[in-house]
């Protein structure tokens, strides 16, 4: 539990190391981090017809040196580490300008890596020199407190959203343009490196849970509070500018959370969390008996007898509800989606409803 003070919900204006510094130690479930990327620009970019580029040259993104920038980085991401429970994560994003510098850091502050992910950009600013490759990624690093702590991984709700195929670390999507870029009166972006909200749905969804609280320590024009409302987590924002705290307010403010309890209620949760239950255990509270047949994938013509020890008996062949059932489709099976039952009325239900019930009832 976190300390019933913790600012939920709220932007903190300010520098974002003091206010790391001032909250509760072990207090923050998951981190999103869009740091400066120090890009280096020391002159104005151009388009071949000299129309000027709209890139990054916020002085926020300005360091005097690399030592300058790294020592800014160290202070931000030991504060984050400091604030983060035991089981928390962070992520972090950059472009090949920074990212490779925040990564050592995170290591030699004890952080433990978990994925790199790739953010493909399917609109990618064009190379208009032509003297490089275009830049169409940037990269994010998922990391735990430490090595061997434990962490939330949404990994069904994940393979959910990419129908039911695992999701991989790299992820295809559009920069944030139209509609949901922020603009001002006149039409400007309010912010530089706003991000899309379909990469921060991808991030919260898959390492946190509703109520976690999602810290921001650079929440900029607000997507991951936008976000975290959405999908019903609580968020912390933490910013310096105080015109991208008035639109980030403006912003959140406006968002509605998604749905009701009710439809995040065990969403995507791993069976590997679940209670594990031995198929004898059906036995010893009655809800199936010795002798009593099940039919193997609703198919009545193939029907086995259940042993009082809870393995099963087909035609002279014995073995648990997984054995036999990988020997009936000549393959690897969960015994548990495999064999079905009859009820008094004749209909047939999977053993598995069966499981799912005595699990809410110890």
């Known amino acids: 539990m976190e300390p019933s003070d913790l600012p939920v919900n709220q932007i903190l204006q300010g520098d974002c190391i003091e206010l790391l510094n001032s909250l509760p130690a072990a207090s923050i479930d998951l981190i999103f981090a869009d740091p400066p990327y120090n890009l280096q620009l020391k002159q104005e970019l151009m388009r071949p017809d000299n129309s000027r580029v709209d890139a990054v040259t916020d002085p926020w993104d300005q360091f005097d040196s690399f030592q300058a920038y790294d020592q800014f980085s160290r202070r931000w991401l030991d504060a984050c580490r400091r604030v983060l429970k035991e089981n928390g994560a962070i992520w972090v994003i950059g ?202 994938r609703k198919d009545r013509s193939l029907a086995a007898r259940i042993r009082p020890d809870g393995h099963l008996l087909m035609d002279g062949v014995e073995g648990s509800i997984h054995q036999l059932g990988s020997r009936l489709q000549n393959g690897p099976g969960n015994g548990w989606e495999l064999w079905f039952y009859e009820d008094k009325a004749g209909e047939l239900h999977s053993i598995d409803e069966l499981r799912q019930a005595l699990r809410k009832a110890v």
């Open 95 to 296: 472009t090949y300008h920074n990212i490779f510098r925040l990564g050592a850091i995170m290591q030699d502050l004890g952080y433990w890596f978990l994925n790199d992910v790739v953010w493909i950009k399917l609109n990618p600013m064009p190379n208009f020199r032509g003297v490089r490759f275009t830049n169409a990624h940037e990269t994010l690093i998922w990391a735990s407190k430490g090595k061997g702590a434990r962490h939330t991984f949404n990994h069904h709700a994940m393979k959910h959203l990419n129908d039911d195929l695992q999701m991989r670390s790299d992820w295809q999507l559009a920069i944030c343009t139209g509609p949901e870029r922020l603009k001002d009166e006149a039409g400007k972006k309010v912010h530089s490196t706003q991000k899309p909200e379909a990469l921060l749905y991808r991030v919260i969804l898959a390492s946190s849970s509703p109520g976690d609280v999602v810290l921001d320590p650079f929440f900029g024009s607000g997507t991951s509070g936008a976000v975290a409302k959405k999908l019903r987590r609580r968020w912390i924002g933490i910013e310096r500018d105080a015109r991208y705290v008035e639109f980030a307010r403006q912003r959140i403010a406006a968002v509605e959370p998604a749905g009701d309890e009710e439809i995040f209620k065990e969403m995507g949760r791993s069976k590997r969390s679940e209670a594990r239950l031995p198929f004898g255990r059906l036995l010893e509270n009655g809800l199936l008996e010795p002798g009593q047949a099940l039919y193997f």
